[in-house]
């Protein structure tokens, strides 16, 4: 087994490097014990040479996203120093992009965020997803850009959520055995309506975790096999029924998921479903 100690270090929140990371361990599977030092709000060289000193105790590998030249510099020099591997990752990015803009760059720590009607528009969206999850205040359905529907333990909220950080306004309905969908949900015209399916196997196995989490008996239909599978039936049929387009999330993380559905609601504005 491979363990790695990885120093994340951003003039921000360090969402950028998380965000990379994340996708960059991914091609390393043999790599079993990532831990992982967050320096966040690095903005002066005072910060910078207590950062040097957190990796002098406990070297490793370091990463980093600073668009101040100079604490850049700071940096990169006291790690060549330390001898350890440092990459910096925005500064090749930037400068090409510079120079092919012909401007100069700001270095402006944190300037991505910025609270304009963008900002405003996810955080509208996160309320709208927080009141419309799992068939919640159903009146105002149809003021949704997209709901998703599915049976119990199908990474429906989080998928909502996710997609609020992206200015979507999502809702999910909840398939319930013995249960109609909701008149609401049948009668909302302006939504994108997405049917979530999952294998049966998977399926049992999550609920069965959530059930001990819970304490709850696991002796029910619940997270019986056959019932989970006519559950997973029933829902396919009732999304053929309706034309609703299905996405079978098995394999698939809350983020794939949610690029999946924000493709096909791209292609329903251009027209193209």
Known sequence: MTALLLHKISDATGDTLDVVVRACLGQFPHVKSVEEKRWTMVRSKDMVNKVLEGISARPGFVIFTLVDDELSEQLTRGCKKLNVPCIDLLSPVLNQLGNYLGLERDQRPGSQYVMDADYFSK??????????????????????????????????????????????????????????????????????????????????????????????????????????????RDAKRLYIKHGWPVIDVSRKSVEETAATVLQLFHSRLDGVI
């Open 123 to 232: 955080i509208e969206a996160l309320h709208y997803v927080l009141a419309h999850d799992d068939g919640q205040s159903m009146r105002d359905l149809n003021n949704a850009d997209v709901v998703l529907v599915g049976v119990s333990r199908t990474s429906k909220t989080p998928t909502c959520i996710y997609l609020a950080n992206r200015g979507i306004k999502a809702a999910n309905v909840p398939i319930v055995p013995g249960m109609e969908l909701p008149e609401e949900l049948l009668l909302a015209e302006r939504p994108l309506k997405v049917g979530i399916t999952k294998d049966p196997r998977r399926l049992v196995q999550i609920r069965r975790q959530r059930l001990k989490m819970q304490g709850h008996d696991e002796d029910t239909d619940y997270v019986d096999l056959d019932a989970v599978a006519q559950e997973i």
